[in-house]
C-alpha cells in the first residue's frame, strides 16, 4: 500500500469509528432542583460567594449543570459527563440538605482546603471556562466563607 492509500484507508476507518462513537450518549440529565434543599437555602450565602460558586463548581456540583456543545461530541462528552457525576457524588449544593452534619462540616473544609491547593475548580475545567479562573482574593473569599460557614455549624451543633 502507498502512503497516500494509507491516509485515506485511516481516515476513512477513522470517520467511521468516530461516527459510530456519536452513537454512546452519556447521561446529561439535570435531575430537578427544590429550593428548599441546596445549600445556598440552607446557608448564609453572599452574593459575591454565590456568584464565585456559580462560575467555578455549579457546574460540576450542582443540578443546574450548563452543558457545553462539546458535551455533546465523543469522546469529549464521555469525560464531561464522568467528571460532572462524579462531582455530584462528592458534593451537590443542589442536594445539601440531604447531607448529615458531618458530611457538611467534611464538604465545606474541603471546599476551602481543595480551592486553597488549586484542586478545585478543575484545573482542566478552567481553560474552557475562563471565569472559572480565580484570582487569589476570590479564592480567598472563598477559603474564608467555607471556614466560617463550618464553623457556624460546629457552633450550632
Ligand atoms: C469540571 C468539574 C469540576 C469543577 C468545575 C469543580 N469540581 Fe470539585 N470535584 C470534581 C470531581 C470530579 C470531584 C471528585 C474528586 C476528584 O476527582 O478530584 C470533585 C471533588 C470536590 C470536593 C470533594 C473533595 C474530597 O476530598 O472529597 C470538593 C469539596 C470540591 N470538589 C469542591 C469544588 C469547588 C469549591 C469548586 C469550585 C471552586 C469545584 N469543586 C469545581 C469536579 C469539579
Known amino acids: 500500500m502507498n502512503a497516500r492509500k494509507l491516509v485515506r484507508t485511516f481516515l476513512i476507518v477513522g470517520g467511521i469509528l468516530f461516527g459510530l462513537m456519536q452513537f454512546v450518549q452519556p ?3 439535570n435531575p430537578p432542583v427544590d ?3 441546596t445549600m445556598q437555602s ?3 450565602v453572599p452574593a459575591d460567594v454565590s456568584a464565585l460558586l456559580d462560575r467555578g463548581c455549579r457546574d460540576c456540583h450542582s443540578n443546574s449543570t450548563t452543558w457545553p456543545f ?4 465523543a469522546p469529549a462528552s464521555w469525560l464531561v459527563s464522568y467528571d460532572v457525576e462524579e462531582g455530584r457524588k462528592h458534593f451537590n449544593m443542589s442536594e ?3 447531607y448529615k452534619f458531618s458530611r457538611k462540616t467534611n464538604i465545606l473544609g474541603g471546599i476551602a ?3 486553597k491547593e488549586k484542586e478545585m475548580p478543575m484545573p482542566k475545567y478552567i481553560p474552557l ?3 472559572a479562573d480565580f484570582t487569589d482574593a476570590e479564592r480567598q473569599r472563598i ?4 471556614q466560617s460557614e463550618a464553623a457556624k455549624l460546629m457552633g450550632e451543633e
Open 70 to 73: 462539546y458535551s455533546y461530541i
Open 129 to 131: 471556562h475562563p471565569e
Open 96 to 98: 445539601w440538605q440531604k
Open 27 to 29: 447521561d446529561r440529565t
Open 35 to 37: 429550593p428548599s434543599q
Open 143 to 146: 477559603i474564608d466563607w467555607a
Open 113 to 115: 482546603s481543595t480551592v
Open 42 to 44: 440552607a446557608l448564609a
